[in-house]
């Protein structure tokens, strides 16, 4: 089942083998990155603001970025979905919330600089933890947010025809 949701998870409105899909890219250069840009700026700065209210000690779990990773995550999962079944055609909302937004807000970059700080503040076993949950925590994440979006549209606005069935 995993398997099946990864790959109904692949954005299937732009294959970059095919050379007419790669058009896109080459019309419309500016309106795609200045989507993601816009959506990377507002995803960053609610991430600093989550960072900044919820701050933690060098060497103490950070739970603020893991809450933040996991739960972008989940918006992700959520998000694939709709793209691809429900809000269809709509050109450069994958890139500005997709991309851009939950790119910017999630920041694996951050829980290195974290997982660094942890091995170096003490056992490295907790290090290693805190690296091993949030790339799992991260990954069950997607898995939930796309069968919970699934079950709750029971079907609707599906593209493939199969109504209420959950892949």
Do not use: K
């Not at 809000?87 to 970059?109: A, C, H, I, K, Y």
């Amino acid at each position: 089942m995993a398997s099946e949701i990864c790959r109904s998870a692949v954005d299937p409105d732009i294959d970059l083998h095919v050379p007419e899909q790669r058009r896109e890219l080459r019309e419309h250069p500016a309106a795609v990155l200045g989507s993601i840009s816009a959506g990377g700026v507002l995803g960053a700065l609610a991430r600093y603001g989550l960072d900044q209210a919820f701050p933690h000690q060098p060497g103490a779990w950070p739970w603020a970025t893991w809450s933040i990773n996991v739960g972008g995550c989940l918006l992700i999962g959520v998000l694939v979905v709709l793209i691809n079944e429900v809000w269809t055609g709509q050109r450069l909302l994958r890139p500005f919330l997709g991309v851009g937004m939950l790119g910017g807000f999630t920041t694996f970059s951050t829980a290195i600089v974290d997982v660094q700080q942890l091995v170096e503040a003490g056992p490295a076993a907790v290090g290693l933890a805190y690296l091993v949950s949030t790339a799992a925590a991260a990954l069950v994440a997607v898995i939930t947010g796309s069968v919970l979006t699934r079950w709750a549209l029971g079907g609707a606005g599906r593209r493939d025809g199969h109504e209420g069935d959950v892949r």
